[in-house]
């Protein structure tokens, strides 16, 4: 018989990071809403989270990173928006952020979630933070629950 693992989505006495960029807070703060409404829905008391702003999404890895060589946190999620502009800029941005958020997951082996948003478009953005594509920090929490809870079963 094949051991399959699987994990629940309820997360009960787990700390958990939320590091948002305030570039693009318009976008940004809807998917930290989106991700507080998530976590608290599945579980999580308010006590047990903690939201970290930045200036924009290039930050977001170094905090990420001071905040998992803490071992405070059972996740870190990531909340930002890159949005396409008329030069290579977002693209650097969104690159560098993309790395450094992997990085840090593999380093320290603490669940840090990708819920960076890299759309061409305002109009993109504002559908992946709650309207027509649902909420994106929604989608980023629920990973987190679901990785916090899967590491436990193989520790």
């Known amino acids: 018989m094949i051991k399959t ?3 629940d989505l309820v997360v009960k006495g787990k700390k958990i990071a939320l590091i948002c960029s305030r570039f693009n807070e318009f976008i ?4 930290l809403d989106g991700a507080i409404d ?3 829905r599945h579980g999580a008391k308010e006590n047990e989270l903690e ?3 930045v200036p924009g999404s290039f930050e977001i890895p170094y905090l990420a990173s001071k905040l998992a060589q803490k071992k405070k946190y059972d996740a870190i999620i990531c909340l930002g928006t890159v949005i396409k502009g008329d030069t290579s800029h977002w693209e650097h941005i969104a ?19 990708y819920g960076i948003l890299t759309p061409d478009t305002l109009e ?5 933070a709650g309207t027509k594509s649902g909420n994106k920090g929604r989608d ?13 079963q193989i520790k």
């Open 5 to 7: 693992y699987k994990a």
């Open 28 to 31: 940004t703060g809807k998917l």
């Open 124 to 128: 993109q953005a504002i559908e992946r």
């Open 95 to 113: 690159k560098e952020v993309t790395k450094g958020i992997a990085q840090i997951s593999l380093a320290t082996g603490i669940p840090v979630i």
């Open 140 to 152: 980023a929490a629920l990973a987190a629950i679901e990785m916090v809870n899967l590491f436990g």
């Open 38 to 40: 998530t976590l608290t």
């Open 51 to 53: 939201v970290f702003w």
